[in-house]
């Protein structure tokens, strides 16, 4: 069974804090995303990644960064924890194919800033 | 990128047919019409993905007419289970492929 591993379901961080979200994927998917979702809003894309050290800024980069050393795994990282920052962040990753592709999404880390 | 609109919430009962209609007027010759569904607090699920014509599986059906400007989401007899936000998406899947959703479809199923 295809899998996207997020490490926490539930994180509450201080402003200021450094924090990391991690992702992993065992499909070995070429692009792996970083969304979040707040209601009302959607899934507003943070950051992609179509091969290992390689990002791209989505619709909403700022704040955030992204890194991504191996081909699994793809972290994102908030500098410096706001509070405007609380929200249900998605992870997801898909192959890289012409003619259309489906994206595996995993159970999302709800993030709280305090 | 192409952009997608979508009625933002639809109601219906258990046993009916539901369709969902995507409109994509600005679709590309490379791209798919992708949906999917979303259960609060879950990550989004994939449906159904079609390129022209009709596609079908256990799950739903999706027609798409000769121009591509548009893309309906057929669910048929509905059941409570099916209560989700159903998005719908537009893209070729290749390099740089970007996943760029709309606000979706809140379907409300009652009994």
């Known amino acids: 069974d295809v899998k996207v591993t997020q490490s926490s379901r539930y994180l509450v961080k201080r402003t200021g804090e450094k924090v990391f979200l991690e992702c992993v994927q065992d499909?070995?998917?070429?692009?792996m995303f970083w969304y979040r979702q707040d209601p009302g809003l959607g899934l507003r894309l943070i950051y992609f990644?179509?091969?290992?050290?390689?990002?791209e800024k989505g619709d909403i980069p700022e704040g955030y960064s992204v890194s991504r050393e191996k081909k699994e795994r793809f972290s994102l990282i908030l500098e410096s924890a706001s509070t405007n920052q609380t929200s249900m962040y998605l992870c997801?990753?898909?192959?890289?194919?012409?003619?259309?592709?489906?994206?595996?999404f995993g159970q999302g880390t709800r993030l709280t800033v305090v | 990128l192409a952009k997608t609109t979508q009625p933002i919430s639809m109601d219906s009962y258990e046993g009916q047919e539901v369709n969902i209609t995507c409109s994509h007027n600005?679709?590309?010759?490379?791209?798919?019409i992708t949906w999917y569904q979303q259960f609060p607090s879950q990550g989004p699920r994939f449906i159904i993905q079609?390129?022209?014509?009709?596609v079908t599986n256990e799950v739903a059906s999706l027609f798409i007419p000769a121009d591509r400007k548009s893309s309906t989401l057929s669910l048929p007899r509905v059941s409570l289970s099916d209560t989700a936000v159903y998005y719908c998406?537009?893209?070729?899947?290749?390099?740089?492929?970007?996943?760029?959703w709309g606000a979706g479809t809140k379907l409300i199923i009652k009994p």
């Open positions: 997801a990753s898909s192959l890289i194919r012409r003619g259309g592709t489906e994206a595996f």
């Open positions: 499909m070995d998917h070429e692009n």
């Open positions: 990644s179509y091969d290992v050290k390689m990002k």
């Open positions: 600005n679709i590309a010759t490379n791209d798919y």
């Open positions: 079609g390129y022209k014509t009709k």
């Open positions: 998406l537009v893209g070729d899947g290749g390099s740089n492929y970007q996943l760029i």
